[in-house]
């Protein structure tokens, strides 16, 4: 996320001055010229959603690769525990 973020800031020309939107329309940087002539920054989350999905995946994911992982481990385990001559 910090990473997409990155990107849209200096992706943006010095002269352009709107509002960028990445991951699915989850993330805003926004460039704004102020009355002085400076230039003015906004980023933030725009739409949670994309972000939620994403970690909800990650941890589906994540936990699915830990079950297969320890079941794995346990049958080469049982494998081991019957093998003649042992």
């Known amino acids: 996320m910090a990473a ?14 709107g509002e960028r939107k990445a991951f699915f329309g989850s993330m805003v ?26 970690f909800l995946v990650l941890t589906v994911v994540l936990t699915m690769i830990q079950i297969i992982y320890r079941g794995l481990k ?3 385990d049982q494998l081991l525990r019957e093998k003649p001559g042992t």
């Not at 997409?4 to 001055?17: K, W």
């Not at 926004?30 to 994403?54: F, M, R, S, Y």
């Open 74 to 76: 346990e049958r080469r």
């Open 4 to 17: 997409t973020l990155l990107a849209l800031m200096f992706s943006t020309g010095s002269d352009e001055v």
């Open 29 to 54: 940087f926004e460039t704004v010229e102020k009355d002085n002539g400076a230039t003015g920054i906004t980023t933030g989350v725009d739409n949670p959603v994309p972000i939620i999905v994403l």
